[in-house]
């Protein structure tokens, strides 16, 4: 198993960034795929983006390509997630998640998540 903390959320107006951290505790950190999500209120959970166990394979839902960045330092048991030119629509509640064995572009793919960190994008 894996534990998943979130920080780095925070109230931020339109075009700024903003940088999450994921810190993982327990289990082998580099034998999971990494995923971040976002929730927005009244709407499902939505992928934003995700990494391989390695490092490699990154995925980005459409509307964060070109703004956001996934990493991760396996040295450090941190997944990261930087976020560029934030627009209102990327407000939420942003999630870490861990799969042991395929995680790429959907919920269901994950087993371990953390409680959040809020995003909050407001002029």
């Known amino acids: 198993q894996v534990r998943l903390v979130e920080s780095g959320g925070g109230l931020v107006q339109p075009g700024e960034s903003l940088a999450l951290s994921c810190k993982a505790t327990?289990?082998?950190?580099?034998?999971?795929?990494l995923g971040w999500f976002r929730q927005a209120p009244g709407s499902e959970r939505e992928i934003v983006a995700s990494?391989?166990?390695?490092?490699?394979?990154?995925f980005y839902a459409d509307s964060v390509k070109g703004r956001y960045t996934i990493s991760r330092d396996n040295s450090k048991d941190t997944v990261y997630l930087q976020m560029t030119s934030l627009k209102l629509e990327d407000a939420g509640v942003y999630f870490c998640?861990?799969?042991?064995?395929?995680?790429?572009?959907?919920?269901?793919?994950?087993?371990?998540w953390g409680q959040g960190t809020q995003v909050t994008v407001s002029s």
């Open positions: 327990g289990d082998a950190f580099g034998l999971y795929d």
């Open positions: 990494i391989s166990r390695t490092g490699g394979r990154p």
């Open positions: 998640a861990a799969s042991r064995f395929f995680g790429w572009d959907r919920a269901s793919q994950f087993d371990y």
